[in-house]
């Protein structure tokens, strides 16, 4: 940024040179931020989903009978379905990672012109 302090009474129109794209650019990484946040409480909401499974095998190591062939499919298909979640999450993670990787850039370029 510039030192210039233009005289009292008259605009300064040096004031707003490089910050319309600096701020657009740190508006498009909070947007993509706040897409992130959502794709991390996916992963959280997955854990959630895995613990409870956790809690039911551990019942079913405590119960009199062995468990049956359709409950041990049952928890696979389920902990199969957890998986495809977190992969889901960590997918978009990933990509608005790459979307803040690429707006960044645009900011860490040297100015070659006004």
Same mark, same amino acid.
């Not at 510039?2 to 490089?18: F, K, L, M």
């Not at 991390?40 to 039911?56: F, P, T």
């Given at each position: 940024? *510039?030192?210039?302090? $233009?005289p009292?009474?008259? $605009? ?8 319309? !794209?600096?701020? +657009?650019?740190?508006?498009k990484?909070d947007?993509i931020? #706040? ?6 409480e =996916?992963?959280? *909401?997955?854990? %959630?989903?895995?613990?409870? %499974?956790?809690? +039911?095998l551990?019942?079913? *190591?405590?119960a009199?009978?062995p $468990?049956?062939? +359709?409950?041990i ?6 902990? &199969?379905?957890?998986?495809? !979640?977190? !992969?889901?999450?960590? &997918?978009?993670?990933?990509?608005? =990672?790459? #979307?803040? #990787? ?5 900011? !860490?370029? $040297?100015?070659? *012109?006004w």
């Amino acid at each position: 940024m *510039s030192d210039y302090t $233009p005289p009292v009474g008259q $605009p300064n129109y040096i004031s707003g040179w490089g910050n319309n !794209q600096a701020k +657009e650019t740190a508006s498009k990484i909070d947007h993509i931020a #706040d897409k992130a946040k959502f794709g991390i409480e =996916m992963l959280g *909401s997955g854990l %959630i989903g895995i613990d409870a %499974i956790e809690k +039911e095998l551990i019942e079913l *190591s405590h119960a009199p009978n062995p $468990p049956t062939q +359709e409950q041990i499919r049952a928890i696979a298909h389920r902990l &199969d379905a957890h998986q495809k !979640q977190f !992969q889901q999450a960590l &997918d978009r993670i990933k990509d608005m =990672m790459t #979307d803040i #990787d690429r707006e960044t850039d645009s900011i !860490q370029k $040297p100015r070659t *012109s006004w």
